[in-house]
Structure formats: structure tokens, C-alpha cells
């Protein structure tokens, strides 16, 4: 006879059975059949794991290198496309395609093959101008990323390999841009190649020879544009590619750096995994900004070949201008005076031109590429940073940040005084001047400005810390006394004015020992010292515990620790301790 608990519930009845779960489908069977026979011979599963479980924080200003990566992916699927009809050859050829202003006019085969994509072949002008678009847009993201690492201090270490990395990524996608747009053969394209034959044959010593090699003999020769092109769509690709694989990786290997705020410390990333969340919106981004770009070839033209026409050495062209990143390279030729040419035991030295066009980019990009070194030693600071500094708080970088895109400003729009002398109906000499003067006056006006607007902020968060936020609300004592009510900030705002580290100058020495031995190093280290006064002698310290717990009893309190120290600094501790401090 069976006995039935009645006092068991219903959802316990079942309680010590055997889960039973659906079997895995055919499908499913398969795919992770594959995926052990992959993992049994080359074990990425491991890695694998890893890289889908690490976690990335969410904010805006991280999409910027996301976008460059993205647009860097689009040029390489429509520079694929464009390989299939592009004829990088010098030969001569008669144009007989669609086009017809050009019909029957001699051209060159790369030329022809580029007018062919733009008119005869489906979709070939909307792929042509996505490449060209895209990367414009590489390059911009890839500047606007660079500058958000170096303002915000994520160069810092244990990054300054990966920062280095940025800059040979920038400098070559420069070169890369510029050997693209060089290819199709047309009137502006040429007389790129042709001032870059004059670029190289400034070279001291060597420049003749340099442009010998490269244009396999005199100018123009047939041999440049075949190798442009290898370049173009073999070598250059495959660095930028391993760049940025190693970028990514290190990028993932590291700590990602975040922003300040609760819960974030230098020892622990607040975001989301890669698997699901963070690979779902990277992989919706990504169609997002190949959208985008396809969006904007279609409606915005960009370099339209057919107007220049094929390129011929004789005519001698007004109002070319470059893309717009190497503006500044040019208007660095144009500024510089033509008394830096020189003839000395029957030679010429054309300084005029070499500086600008073969020093100014490596010089530029290897001052980027030495600053992480630079500031470290110079600060002494040797830890690792995974919380990202706000710009305000480190005001001598953000003022040189400044100063350096001051100077490039100025030189890329010095690209285009001849544009303005035209347009404006002004002296191309006076121009000329103003932007020589403003090369060397405006960045340092750049800077001091910056610099006492981040000191201001500063002192605003100070305040705004130490008396709380204005309620625009007044009241009224017994007394018949009026102020304002200030509503204190929580604990959350507070964290974010206050978490940065305290820095402080370092102190000059004596140079010498106890028995007046001058020490070999005491010169560098005096420089240091100075050096270190420059970046943080104004700097505000951060709210203290003491100066928050004062202002919140008594805000005459604060006023009293803020005299306190600064007697300390100018009479030593001694002497400021007879004031009384609390």
C-alpha cells in the first residue's frame, strides 16, 4: 500500500530528481567538434576565454580608436575593390571610356584605369570615395584618439610602448595617404610627386641620389607609380596592420584605463565583458560607421580627377592644395625665409626646404613619441596609472598640448595663404608675415592662457568642494544677517574633485655633499628641479579630510588651514606652527 504525503508542496515533490536537460542539437554537435579539433592542436581556448571575459569601461571618448579601427577596415575592403581595375602603370594610352571631355586625350594607363572605375564600372566612383573618405576619417579619429590619450595622461606607464606605437601609427598613415592620392595620375596628383622629387633633392649630400632611386631616373620616369603602389597596397598595409594588432594586444593584456570615480581604483576596471555586451555594441559600431562613410560618399564628392585632367610636367598649376594632415608640412615650406639656402665650395644647401619638408614630421612625431620619458623624468614618477588624470588637474601638459596644436594650426593655415591673399584681396607677403610671427607668438600666448584656465578650474572645484553647490536661495538670520545656502556636494561629485594625487615641485639642492664635494649629477638634477617647478609650482592641492571637516564646522576654518600653509611655505613649519594649527 502507497502512503502520500500530503503535507510535502507541490514544488518539492520532484525536489531529489535528476535535472534532465534537451541534448545539444546536430548542429551544435558539429561546431563543437571543430572547435575541440581546433583547441586539441593549437589550445586557443585558453586565450580565447580570456579575451572574451575581460572587461572594458564605457565611455564616449573610448569609440575614438574604435572608429579609426573601423575606418581602417574600410579602406582595406574598398582598396581590395579598387585593386581589380586599377593599372598602376606609367604607359601611354588613349582615352576611349565614357567620359566624354577627355575622349581621345593621351593619358597615362593608371590615370585611364581610375576614370574607368569612376564612370564604367557599377558602384566603382561610390567605392572610390569610400576609400577616400575612409581614410580621411582614419586619420582624423586616429589624431582625435591620440589627443585624448595625451590629455587625459594614458600614455603614463605602463603605456609608453603603446603611445609610441600611436605615433609611428599616425606618421605612416600620413605617408600612406599620400602615396594613396598620389596614384591615380592625375594634374593634382602630379604635382604632389613632382614637389615631393624637390622635397627629397634637398636632402644634404644625398638628395640628388635619393631622388634618382626613387623615381628610377629624372622625373617623372614610369617607375614611380608601380611602386607606389606596392607600397601603397602591400608594405605600408601590412605595418599598419601589425600595429595595430600589437596596439590591441597590449591594449588587452594591460589594464584598460578609466576615468576617476567611485569604485574605480588603479587596481580594478568598472565596464562591461567583451562577451556579450561590449562585442555587440563594437560589432553594431562598426556597421554604424561603414554606414556612415557610405552615406557620405554617396552625397559629398571628393577628389574629382576628371576636372584636373591627366598630369603633364609643363603646366605649372595655382591653388593645389593637399589633403588637409599634410597642410601643415606645406605651410611650413611656405613660411620658411628664402635666406636659409646656401652655396658654399660650388654646393647648395636648400634649408629653406629640407627643414620643412623632411624634418619637420619626423621631428614632430619623435618629440610625441619621447614625451611619456620626458614627463616621467622629469616628475619622478614611476607607478603605474590605470585612472586617467582630467586635464584641468594637470595644467602645464594640458597648456603644452595646446601650445603644439596652436603650432600645427597655424601652419596648416598657412598652407593656404595664397587661397587668402586671392579670396581676401590681402598682400600674400603680409600674410605671410603675420603667420611667421604667429608661428612663434601664438603658442606661447596658447599656453599661458590654457595654463590659468586649468589653474581657475581648479580653484572652482576647490570651492565648490570645500562650500557646496549655490542654491541661488537666500536666508536671513536672527540677527538680520543675509547669505546664501549652499547645498553640499555627495559623496559621489566629491570623490571625482578630489581623488587625484597631490603634486608638488621637487627641491633644488646645493649641488654639493657635507664636504663640499660638488656631485657629477647635481647639474641634472637642478634641471629636473627646475623642470619640476614649471609643471606643478601653481598646481592647487586636492581637499584634504581636515580642510572639508573645517569648512563644513566653520568656513572661516578653511581660510585659517589655507594661511596655515601657506606660512609653512614661506617660513618653514616652525614657524608657521606658532599660528596654532588645528
Known amino acids: 500500500?502507497?502512503?502520500?504525503?500530503?503535507?510535502?508542496?507541490?514544488?518539492?515533490?520532484?525536489?531529489?530528481?535528476?535535472?534532465?536537460?534537451?541534448?545539444?542539437?546536430?548542429?551544435?554537435?558539429?561546431?563543437?567538434?571543430v572547435a575541440g579539433w581546433v583547441d586539441d592542436?593549437?589550445?586557443?581556448?585558453?586565450?580565447?576565454?580570456?579575451?572574451?571575459?575581460?572587461?572594458?569601461?564605457?565611455?564616449?571618448?573610448?569609440?575614438?580608436?574604435?572608429?579609426a579601427m573601423y575606418s581602417m577596415i574600410v579602406c582595406l575592403l574598398t582598396g581590395v575593390f579598387l585593386t581589380f581595375w586599377f593599372v598602376p602603370s606609367a604607359g601611354h594610352t588613349t582615352y576611349d571610356g565614357s567620359y566624354v571631355p577627355l575622349q581621345g586625350v593621351q593619358m597615362s594607363e593608371a590615370y585611364a584605369s581610375s576614370l574607368r572605375i569612376s564612370f564604367d564600372i557599377k558602384g566603382g566612383l561610390l567605392i572610390r570615395q569610400m576609400h577616400h573618405w575612409a581614410a580621411l576619417m582614419f586619420i582624423v579619429a586616429l589624431s582625435a584618439h591620440m589627443l585624448r590619450v595625451f590629455f587625459t595622461g594614458a600614455f603614463?606607464?605602463?603605456?609608453?610602448?603603446?603611445?609610441?606605437?600611436?605615433?609611428?601609427?599616425?606618421?605612416?598613415?600620413?605617408?600612406?595617404?599620400?602615396?594613396?592620392?598620389?596614384?591615380?595620375?592625375?594634374?593634382?596628383?602630379?604635382?604632389?610627386?613632382?614637389?615631393?622629387?624637390?622635397?627629397?633633392?634637398?636632402?644634404?649630400?644625398?638628395?640628388?641620389?635619393?631622388?634618382?632611386?626613387?623615381?628610377?631616373?629624372?622625373?617623372?620616369?614610369?617607375?614611380?607609380?608601380?611602386?607606389?603602389?606596392?607600397?601603397?597596397?602591400?608594405?605600408?598595409?601590412?605595418?599598419?596592420?601589425?600595429?595595430?594588432?600589437?596596439?590591441?594586444?597590449?591594449?588587452?593584456?594591460?589594464?584598460?584605463?578609466?576615468?576617476?570615480?567611485?569604485?574605480?581604483?588603479?587596481?580594478?576596471?568598472?565596464?562591461?565583458?567583451?562577451?556579450?555586451?561590449?562585442?555587440?555594441?563594437?560589432?553594431?559600431?562598426?556597421?554604424?560607421?561603414?554606414?556612415?562613410?557610405?552615406?557620405?560618399?554617396?552625397?559629398?564628392?571628393?577628389?574629382?580627377?576628371?576636372?584636373?585632367?591627366?598630369?603633364?610636367?609643363s603646366p605649372v598649376t595655382a591653388g593645389s592644395q593637399p589633403d588637409w594632415y599634410m597642410g601643415f608640412a606645406d605651410g611650413a615650406l611656405r613660411l620658411l625665409p628664402g635666406w636659409l639656402e646656401f652655396h658654399a665650395f660650388g654646393y647648395t644647401l636648400s634649408l629653406n626646404v629640407a627643414i620643412g619638408a623632411l624634418g619637420l614630421i619626423p621631428v614632430m612625431y619623435g618629440a610625441m613619441a619621447a614625451y611619456p620619458f620626458i614627463e616621467s623624468w622629469v616628475t619622478g614618477d614611476k607607478r603605474e596609472h590605470h585612472l586617467l588624470d582630467r586635464p584641468r588637474n594637470q595644467a602645464t601638459r594640458t597648456g603644452l598640448g595646446v601650445a603644439a596644436l596652436t603650432f600645427y594650426g597655424?601652419?596648416?593655415?598657412?598652407?593656404?595663404?595664397?587661397?587668402?591673399?586671392?579670396?581676401?584681396?590681402?598682400?600674400?607677403?603680409?600674410?605671410?608675415?603675420?603667420?611667421?610671427?604667429?608661428?612663434?607668438?601664438l603658442p606661447v600666448v596658447a599656453f599661458w592662457v590654457t595654463r590659468r584656465i586649468c589653474l581657475s578650474l581648479q580653484r572652482a572645484d576647490r570651492n565648490l568642494v570645500l562650500h557646496g553647490r549655490e542654491t541661488g536661495r537666500i536666508v536671513r538670520t536672527a540677527e538680520g544677517k543675509f547669505f546664501e545656502a549652499h547645498e553640499p556636494l555627495d559623496e559621489y561629485t566629491r570623490w571625482t574633485l578630489?581623488?587625484?594625487?597631490?603634486?608638488?615641485?621637487?627641491?633644488?639642492?646645493?649641488?654639493?655633499?657635507?664636504?663640499?664635494?660638488?656631485?657629477?649629477?647635481?647639474?641634472?638634477?637642478?634641471?629636473?628641479?627646475?623642470?619640476?617647478?614649471?609643471?606643478?609650482?601653481?598646481?592647487?592641492?586636492?581637499?584634504?579630510?581636515?580642510?572639508?571637516?573645517?569648512?563644513?564646522?566653520?568656513?572661516?576654518?578653511?581660510?585659517?588651514?589655507?594661511?596655515?600653509?601657506?606660512?609653512?611655505?614661506?617660513?618653514?613649519?616652525?614657524?608657521?606652527?606658532?599660528?596654532?594649527?588645528?
Open 1 to 33: 500500500m502507497t502512503t502520500i504525503d500530503n503535507t510535502r508542496p507541490a514544488d518539492g515533490l520532484r525536489a531529489g530528481d535528476a535535472r534532465v536537460t534537451a541534448p545539444p542539437s546536430a548542429g551544435a554537435k558539429k561546431l563543437g567538434g
Open 41 to 67: 592542436r593549437l589550445g586557443p581556448a585558453k586565450g580565447v576565454n580570456y579575451l572574451m571575459k575581460k572587461v572594458f569601461p564605457d565611455h564616449w571618448s573610448f569609440m575614438l580608436g574604435e572608429i
Open 156 to 313: 603614463r606607464k605602463p603605456r609608453e610602448l603603446n603611445w609610441v606605437i600611436g605615433c609611428i601609427l599616425s606618421m605612416l598613415a600620413l605617408i600612406e595617404g599620400f602615396a594613396g592620392y598620389s596614384l591615380p595620375d592625375d594634374l593634382l596628383s602630379g604635382t604632389g610627386l613632382r614637389a615631393a622629387e624637390g622635397f627629397m633633392q634637398s636632402a644634404p649630400v644625398i638628395g640628388s641620389y635619393l631622388a634618382f632611386m626613387v623615381f628610377d631616373g629624372p622625373f617623372p620616369g614610369e617607375a614611380i607609380i608601380p611602386r607606389l603602389f606596392s607600397v601603397h597596397v602591400l608594405l605600408l598595409p601590412a605595418i599598419l596592420i601589425g600595429l595595430f594588432t600589437a596596439h590591441i594586444v597590449m591594449v588587452a593584456v594591460q589594464k584598460h584605463t578609466q576615468f576617476p570615480g567611485p569604485g574605480r581604483t588603479n587596481n580594478n576596471v568598472v565596464g562591461f565583458p567583451v562577451m556579450p555586451v561590449y562585442a555587440a555594441k563594437a560589432g553594431g559600431f562598426f556597421f554604424i560607421v561603414f554606414g556612415f562613410l557610405a552615406v557620405v560618399a554617396a552625397m559629398v564628392q571628393i577628389n574629382a580627377i576628371w576636372v584636373y585632367g591627366p598630369y603633364d610636367p
Open 498 to 582: 578630489v581623488q587625484h594625487d597631490p603634486q608638488e615641485p621637487l627641491q633644488l639642492t646645493s649641488g654639493v655633499d657635507a664636504h663640499g664635494v660638488a656631485s657629477p649629477a647635481g647639474g641634472k638634477r637642478n634641471l629636473r628641479a627646475r623642470l619640476s617647478r614649471f609643471y606643478f609650482q601653481d598646481n592647487l592641492l586636492p581637499v584634504t579630510p581636515a580642510e572639508l571637516a573645517a569648512a563644513h564646522h566653520d568656513g572661516h576654518s578653511t581660510e585659517h588651514l589655507e594661511a596655515i600653509e601657506a606660512a609653512e611655505e614661506t617660513y618653514g613649519e616652525e614657524t608657521a606652527g606658532i599660528t596654532g594649527r588645528p
Open 410 to 441: 597655424v601652419l596648416m593655415f598657412a598652407a593656404a595663404n595664397d587661397i587668402m591673399a586671392i579670396k581676401l584681396h590681402m598682400s600674400i607677403n603680409d600674410i605671410t608675415y603675420f603667420f611667421r610671427a604667429a608661428t612663434f607668438v
